[in-house]
């Protein structure tokens, strides 16, 4: 993994590009969709739909600060970053709908819950709230770039019906990675704060993804299956796990001068980036319909 420790510029030539795109996972898409394995897929289940209200929440705690920022091209890149997580959650919530439609119910009413939580920290403690979002932003950029830096292990076994979502959601994380760092570091930019909330953020996320698996595992007896746990829990907490190889990239958040382009992984979307620029995406997803703006 080319995760350097040492400060880097960011790139250049960098842009954030919202690309609005429809996707067509259905209720025929295949149950067992990543890897065909139980574990896995309701991992993925459990995370990929946190991010309808997740990341209505981080639009509006960014925003929130808009008015203080008197950078024109960090006010821009507020603005992209809006327009691209108003897209994620989007298509996340056609995937929740498919989920719930399917009986798996208890994500749409977890969800609430979230959203109202969400809201009334953006009312009440709009700092918090920002720092909440950039620490959760860390995790998107860094699970965003196992995505894509070990495609094979980590987003290759979904079915192509997801696929193209995993390709295109982790390029733009990365794409916009530094967002809600940057008006953080405009608007307050104290250290200890940061390292508290990416500590209250990991222990959240740790709980929280557990406690919306475990219904779904539940609803289709695998609960307590032996086969689900072998082969679930390496796939996260192994030597390799999506929790255990990132390590490296975690832990630079706690670095007093941390900025996110200290990962230098803009190349990672590249590939991402041509393909849409020639409106190629279909070849990546046979089912993707691109809907250019
Ligand atoms: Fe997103
Ligand atoms: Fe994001």
Redesign the pocket.
């Known amino acids: 993994m080319d995760v350097t420790m040492k400060r880097v510029a960011p790139p250049e030539a960098h842009k954030i590009i919202p690309r609005d795109i429809d996707f067509n996972i259905t209720d025929s898409s295949p149950k067992y969709w990543f890897d065909k394995d139980p574990f896995k897929t309701h991992f993925f289940n459990a995370f990929f739909t946190t991010f309808p209200p997740g990341?209505d929440f981080?639009v509006r705690s960014v925003i929130h600060y808009r008015g203080q920022i008197d950078d024109p091209v960090l006010q821009q890149e507020i603005t992209d970053?809006s327009t691209?997580?108003g897209h994620?959650s989007r298509c996340h919530q056609d995937h929740l709908d498919v989920l719930t439609k399917q009986g798996y119910t208890s994500l749409e009413r977890e969800n609430k819950l979230i959203d109202g939580l969400g809201k009334w920290a953006n009312k009440n403690y709009p700092l918090t709230s920002l720092l909440s979002t950039l620490a959760l932003?860390h995790f998107?950029?860094l699970l965003a770039h196992q995505a894509l830096a070990e495609s094979e292990v980590f987003s290759d076994p979904a079915h192509e019906d997801f696929s193209p979502l995993f390709k295109w959601h982790a390029a733009?994380?990365i794409e916009?990675?530094a967002v809600?760092y940057d008006v953080y570091m405009k608007v307050d930019g104290r250290y200890w704060p940061r390292v508290i909330a990416m500590a209250g953020s990991t222990i959240g996320l740790l709980l929280l993804l557990p406690i919306r698996m475990t219904p779904l595992l539940f609803k289709d007896g695998k609960l307590f299956s032996w086969n689900t746990w072998r082969n679930g829990l390496p796939f996260l907490f192994g030597k390799n796990g999506m929790f255990v190889k990132p390590w490296r990239h975690y832990v630079q958040f706690y670095r007093r001068d941390f900025h996110p382009w200290d990962v230098q992984d803009y190349h990672l979307i590249a590939e991402i980036r041509d393909i849409y620029e020639k409106g190629e995406l279909l070849n990546i997803g046979k089912k993707l319909k691109v809907v250019k703006s």
């Open positions: 990341e981080f970053f691209q997580e994620h932003e998107t950029a733009e994380e916009h990675k809600a």
